[in-house]
């Protein structure tokens, strides 16, 4: 009766977006949400991440990986979307097992061991900086090689330039990295991604959520003269919209 109640008080649910990283569970935020009478979505940075993971994109995998594994919030992936992290722990134990990985410190709680978190989120975030700019080096309209900074550290002094100055790089053990070719994946990591990628595509939970989410959900929404917009919108002085190119990598 209180939910009839309220749904005819409420005529629309708008999720101004960000369902994932928000909270330990994207899986039971969206599950919720689909249960819900009507319902119009604008989509978030992080919503277009896991859009870009559920269809296998490996840069958006890995980013989501690794913000789980920041947090500790494996749980969604492995029990509300059946996404093992068996290929992740195979490759800490064969390259990383030595490492400390003292600056990946995680936060909240977890049932892992503090140092495998740590292991694989430095792992991970290795294999983001790598498929970021393979995505960067495919798509020069994106004017992001700026971003691409693993060339530019300098190993004689271990610091990396960021705009105008230079910083310290406080963790120098970069086993999966070919100096000469810094950017390509090692072995270890591709067949990592291979199977974290299959895992990805065949979670049917992910891709009905997912797609849930791209059917009601939009860049903006306008309701009551209030434009509802997550993060930025391009417009010009006067306030009209831009237009800007979007590629599909």
Known sequence: MAR??????????VVAGDFGDRGPRI??????????????????????????AALGQ???????LRISLRYQRL????????????????????VWSEDPATCFSCHGKGIRDELSMRQMQKAM???QFKLESQVIARNPDFHLEHRNLLHQIDRQDWTVPIGASRYPILDRNFPTIDWSDPYTLSPEEEECMAQLRHSFLQSQTLRDQMRFVEEKGAMHLVRDYNLI??????????????SLKVAWD
């Open 125 to 127: 975030a290795i294999i």
């Open 75 to 94: 749980f969604q992936l492995e029990m509300g979307y059946g996404i093992p992290m068996a290929p992740l722990e195979k490759l800490i134990r064969t």
């Open 4 to 13: 009839i109640i309220r749904n005819l008080l409420f005529s629309e649910l």
């Open 229 to 242: 917009f997550h993060g930025c919108v391009p417009v010009d002085q006067a306030g009209n919209f831009l």
């Open 27 to 52: 899986d039971k935020a969206i599950d919720y949400v689909m249960h819900q009478p009507n319902v119009s979505i604008t989509w978030g940075n992080h919503d277009v991440t896991w859009m870009g």
């Open 58 to 64: 490996e840069a958006c995998i890995a980013n989501v």
